[in-house]
């Protein structure tokens, strides 16, 4: 692996309240605050760093696709359809903004969230197999 990208390591969400989207981030998704400041707040969520940065209002890490649709930019992943939908069961019971569990044609199932800002994320019912093989999971 000498002088190729090995793993994401962190990954950037803006938000209007660090505070505030903090505490979402630590009650509805499990995360671990490691940092806060009044412009920044730094969590560890699903393996990786997470930066919530302090931004102007109406800034999302979503995007357009060419035919209009908004896109996540970030997808999560669970170990199963159980454990997916487990997993949407407990967010539509806290009442974070959630998706229907989609067949989109490929292995496994998905669904979108949102933060308290609009960020959108996506879960896949499926690991990823050198993960998997990693964290000796079956």
């Known amino acids: 692996m000498n002088g190729k990208l090995v793993r994401v390591g962190t990954s950037?969400?803006?938000v209007t309240d660090v505070v505030r989207s903090s505490s979402w981030y630590i009650e509805m998704l499990g995360a671990e605050l490691s940092y806060q400041d009044e412009v920044k707040a730094i969590l560890n969520l699903a393996n990786q760093s997470v930066f919530l940065v302090k931004s102007q209002e109406g800034q999302t890490s979503n995007f357009?696709?060419?035919t209009g649709n908004e896109r996540f930019s970030l997808t999560f992943e669970?170990?199963?359809l159980e454990a997916?939908?487990?997993?949407?069961?407990e967010f539509s019971e806290k009442e974070i903004r959630v998706g229907v569990i989609e067949n989109r044609g490929h292995t496994g199932r998905n669904f979108v969230f949102y933060d308290?800002?609009?960020?959108?994320?996506?879960v896949w019912s499926e690991l990823s197999p050198i993960f998997k093989e990693n964290y000796l999971l079956s």
Not at 84 to 89: F, G, K, N, P, V
Not at 116 to 122: H, V
């Open 12 to 14: 950037y969400f803006p």
């Open 64 to 66: 357009f696709d060419s």
């Open 78 to 80: 669970v170990n199963g």
């Open 84 to 89: 997916l939908e487990a997993l949407h069961r």
């Open 116 to 122: 308290l800002d609009g960020n959108k994320f996506d």
